[in-house]
């Protein structure tokens, strides 16, 4: 594995003590991919994600989607997943990736091109890469594939420890209303302002995916993400 980022700032997240943690500070909710770092602002208020694949896929966007910066603004990423059978109610956990296309390259260029020249994206990228060449069938393990590498190099302890479960354990109460709006994309909270490589040119871009606040802050990214 490609060495983690140089120790310039502490990047440990402290013990969640948020109200909307559950009483064992676990969360459960869809395996999305890469979203956004609102969503991360809210997951690590807790303690452990438990990603919930057994519940109907009713049309989640963010599921496969995510938006990155690039030169010339803001660009979608989407990952073909195999149309549902007809009158069949799907479950997320029965999400199949699509071999249509040659997505992984497209999706791993665009990452490339945007990033290549921001401050961690080096550290990150072969491991990062490995995940879009081998990757599973199941677009669910897939990103939780992508989240592990993601908590792992931001050192988010046991949120980068994630397994997929069908069922939730104990009876955990519902997502919090803002965790809600950021899975489905529709955050409307103050965005996390910080460091864009592109930023210059085009300005500050709101509710991107966690590959930009990785990318352009490294081991400061738990920083800005407790700082919501």
């Given at each position: 594995m490609t060495a983690k980022f140089a120790p310039t700032v502490s990047s440990k997240v402290p013990t969640p003590t948020s109200h909307n943690a559950f009483a064992d500070g676990t969360l459960t909710a869809p395996p999305l991919y890469a979203p956004s770092v609102d969503f991360y602002a809210r997951l690590v208020l807790y303690s452990r994600w438990m990603p919930l694949t057994d519940v109907p896929?009713?049309?989640?966007?963010?599921?496969?989607?995510?938006?990155?910066?690039?030169?010339?603004?803001?660009?979608?990423?989407?990952?073909?997943?195999?149309?549902?059978?007809?009158?069949?109610?799907?479950?997320?956990?029965?999400?199949?990736?699509?071999?249509?296309?040659?997505?992984?390259?497209?999706?791993?260029?665009?990452?490339?091109?945007?990033?290549?020249?921001?401050?961690?994206?080096?550290?990150?990228?072969?491991?990062?890469?490995?995940?879009?060449?081998?990757?599973?069938?199941?677009?669910?393990?897939?990103?939780?594939?992508?989240?592990?590498?993601?908590?792992?190099?931001?050192?988010?302890?046991?949120?980068?420890?994630?397994?997929?479960?069908?069922?939730?354990?104990?009876?955990?109460?519902?997502?919090?209303?803002?965790?809600?709006?950021?899975?489905?994309?529709?955050?409307?909270?103050e965005p996390l302002v910080y460091h864009q490589l592109w930023s210059e040119r085009n300005g500050f871009m709101p509710h991107l995916s966690i590959f930009d606040l990785l990318f352009n802050q490294g081991n400061a990214a738990p920083v800005v993400l407790l700082s919501l």
């Open positions: 896929f009713n049309g989640l966007k963010t599921i496969n989607r995510c938006t990155i910066a690039t030169p010339n603004g803001v660009q979608t990423l989407t990952i073909p997943i195999e149309k549902p059978e007809k009158g069949r109610h799907t479950l997320i956990a029965d999400l199949r990736i699509s071999d249509h296309g040659r997505w992984e390259h497209m999706h791993w260029g665009a990452l490339f091109s945007a990033y290549g020249k921001s401050p961690f994206f080096e550290y990150v990228a072969d491991d990062l890469h490995r995940i879009y060449e081998h990757h599973s069938h199941w677009l669910c393990e897939f990103n939780m594939a992508i989240h592990n590498i993601v908590a792992d190099y931001m050192q988010l302890g046991q949120l980068g420890c994630a397994t997929i479960v069908k069922e939730p354990v104990g009876e955990p109460a519902a997502m919090p209303k803002a965790l809600v709006e950021a899975a489905h994309g529709s955050d409307t909270t």
